[in-house]
Antibody, heavy 120, light 107 residues
């Protein structure tokens, strides 16, 4: 069974860059999955940020594209999110998840989520 | 972006009820429709993918149907552990988008 675990700072200052890492276990990151990031502001719904394949091919949400970079490190079985120029509107729980390509890209396994607050 | 609209937004129900949640896409998405359940403080959990395929380990009281633009999630004989928020999501194109959620709570 695939397991994912997010890690990174829980507090980021406005205008700085949010950096999170997702560590994958139970599956090679080079398998037939895309690996994605989602977020959920407090009390609100879910937003898809973007995803990456082990080849490095990425898809981003156009609403965040100018500020987002997702990378993959196959040697560590990890993928990472960087979101630049953050504001209070970026305060959210950030989730990493697997998108199973062969089943039409459902988000079948999720990390537990990590809360990120943007505040000075 | 494809807009996903769920109804109702809130659904009061009782244990044993049969409930139905609908999800409408702003354009056709084939059967690239997934349903998730989220409980307080937890990550979403995949229930159904491809509009109607039950994810492994999900009880058979959950079912999904539809194609194109209109989809439904049905829960037969609601159990206490089913009170949660349910989201639909399209994986037809980029960006992936979610419905706003349906909160199923105690009547």
């Amino acid at each position: 069974q695939v397991q994912l675990q997010e890690s990174g700072p829980g507090l980021v200052k406005p205008s700085e860059t949010l950096s999170l890492t997702c560590t994958v276990s139970g599956s090679s990151i080079s398998s037939t999955y895309y690996w994605g990031w989602m977020r959920q502001p407090p009390g609100k719904g879910l937003e898809w940020i973007g995803s990456i394949y082990h080849s490095g091919h990425t898809y981003y949400n156009p609403s965040l594209r100018s500020r987002v970079i997702i990378t993959v490190d196959t040697s560590k079985n990890q993928f990472s999110l960087k979101l630049s120029s953050v504001t209070a509107a970026d305060t959210a729980i950030y989730y990493c998840a697997s998108e199973f390509r062969d089943n039409g890209y459902p988000l079948d396994y999720w990390g537990q989520g990590t809360r990120v607050t943007v505040s000075s | 972006d494809i807009q996903m609209t769920q109804s109702p937004s809130s659904l009061p129900a009782s244990v044993g009820d049969r409930i139905t949640i609908t999800c409408r896409a702003s354009q056709t998405i084939g059967n690239f429709l997934n349903w998730y359940q989220q409980k307080p403080g937890k990550a979403p959990k995949l229930l159904i993918y491809g509009a109607s395929t039950l994810q492994s380990g999900v009880p058979s009281r959950f079912s999904g149907s539809g194609s194109g633009t209109d989809f439904t999630l049905t829960v037969n004989s609601l159990q206490p552990e089913d009170f949660a928020i349910y989201y639909c999501q399209q994986s037809y194109n980029i960006p992936r988008t979610f419905g706003q959620g349906t909160r199923v709570d105690v009547k």
